[in-house]
């Protein structure tokens, strides 16, 4: 496999995950840019590995942990069109059926836990492949998804 | 179930991600880029690998001042792997109290894909081993003494350093004026390029700007100055790192340092205290 064959089948693939990961399409650009970057520069390597594409994902999955680790909290987007206006719930109890707050919530989560969910509830991966993204154990993605479940689910029930 | 909440919300939101033309654009006009880089680089970073290769597969050799021999021994261990900082020490004139005014750290990956140049200002407050404090520079004289003992400074000058930058040093080299001279001359000559014009205060010769191949006594010169640069000490290291980094990529045009004939002929020349990184004993003189 060449490297625009891969770009060809995989990148959009990729972008979604990464726009799942970050939540924001501008920063899923970053992401997918730096990291396809280092593939193309790298691509021997890449396409010695048995599954080139898992070995892309665990990549970019890294990259989103490690990244400018902290940074991102402070970056500030730039853009030309504003965020969309978003109307001030009534109550809690009316933010809580908006259909994007689950949304919201999965952007407070630690970047581990949400790329855990995200391998897990988007990529529909199992356990095992999941521990081989993060380089962790079966035991530590299970847990890191009960925790993360556990977060959300408090939210849940606060606003109700 | 917030199982499902999550996967809704995922579905939902695949819409976001934007089209993937402009990024694939992107990401070939950034690998280019950096393909290009990589390839100058690559050709510095080759020739000094070749060198650190070079300097530790060589046991330790300190020539005695006085009794000039340049002897140098066979290559006794493997080529190094894993990354390498190597220490380059410029020291000025003999007589007592000898100075390193040029201290070059360099890292070199264990990839070997490029360099790292890092050069420490002389001038630099440190601790000194034997306790209180004083610049950097002055720490060689303080390990060798009034002695001319190469070896003596640069071991101290490499404590100094190694706890000042908290890397451990693999391996470096101590290199005098004479040593200088004979190493550039050696080589045929060390390409430098200069963004200004520098005028000696020794010799009143005049570097123009750009580049230009120095000898091994206009080299000296050059890595002499000081006082006529704007930033005084800060620009002499800045030469100095541009003559490492011509004299590296000649070494490496010319195969010198890694053939045994050259080595036979003296190329190492006096002065050239190398230290091998296994132990640092001390000035072995080699045969």
Redesign the interface.
């Known amino acids: 496999m060449t490297y625009e064959e891969f770009a060809d089948t995989r990148l959009s693939a990729l972008l979604r995950y990464a726009v799942m990961l970050t939540g924001d399409p501008h920063q899923a650009q970053d992401l997918v840019q730096d990291t396809m970057v280092r593939v193309q520069l790298n691509w021997r390597r890449v396409v010695r590995s048995e599954a080139p594409e898992r070995y892309v994902r665990r990549m970019l999955t890294n990259q989103y942990i490690d990244w400018r680790r902290g940074s991102w909290a402070r970056r500030v987007l730039l853009r030309g069109e504003p965020d969309e206006a978003v109307p001030a719930p009534s109550d809690h109890a009316q933010s809580a059926v908006d259909r994007d707050q689950i949304w919201s919530w999965l952007s407070r989560l630690p970047r581990r836990q949400r790329a855990t969910l995200v391998l897990r509830y988007y990529e529909d991966l199992p356990d095992a492949e999941i521990a081989e993204i993060l380089g962790c154990a079966v035991g530590t993605v299970r847990s890191s998804i009960s925790r993360a479940l556990a977060t959300l689910r408090a939210e849940t029930v606060e606003v109700h | 179930m917030?199982?499902d909440?999550?996967?809704a919300?995922?579905?939902?939101?695949?819409t976001?991600?934007?089209p993937?033309g402009p990024?694939?654009a992107?990401?070939?006009r950034?690998?280019h880029r950096?393909?290009r880089r990589?390839l100058r680089l690559r050709l510095g970073g080759t020739a000094l690998a070749l060198v650190a290769a070079t300097l530790v597969g060589f046991t330790a050799l300190a020539p005695p001042p006085p009794a000039p021999s340049g002897q140098v021994a066979a290559p006794t261990s493997p080529a190094p792997t894993g990354a390498l900082n190597v220490l380059l020490l410029g020291v000025d004139a003999a007589g007592g109290g000898r100075r390193a005014d040029s201290v070059l750290l360099v890292h070199v990956p264990a990839d070997r894909s490029r360099l790292y140049l890092v050069s420490i200002p002389r001038d630099l407050p440190v601790s000194l081993p034997g306790g209180g404090r004083d610049k950097l520079n002055v720490s060689f004289a303080a390990g060798a003494g009034r002695t001319v003992d190469l070896a003596a400074g640069y071991r101290n000058t490499r404590q100094v350093v190694a706890q000042l930058v908290g890397v451990p040093i693999d391996a470096g080299a101590v290199l005098t004026y004479p040593a200088t001279r004979e190493l550039t001359d050696a080589v045929g000559g060390v390409p430098v390029c200069l963004p200004a014009a520098v005028r000696s205060v020794h010799t009143d010769r005049l570097f123009p700007a750009g580049c230009q191949r120095l000898g091994g006594a206009a080299a000296v010169d050059l890595l002499r100055q000081r006082y006529r640069l704007r930033d005084g000490a800060l620009d002499r290291d800045r030469n100095a790192g541009r003559y490492a980094a011509g004299l590296l990529r000649r070494i490496q045009e010319q195969g010198v340092l890694t053939d045994p004939a050259g080595r036979q002929q003296g190329v190492i020349p006096v002065g050239y205290m190398i230290d091998s990184g296994a132990g640092t004993a001390g000035p072995a003189t080699s045969t």
């Open positions: 917030i199982e909440d999550l996967r919300a995922f579905a939902r939101h695949e976001l991600a934007p993937t990024l694939r992107a990401i070939d950034v690998a950096r393909r990589r």
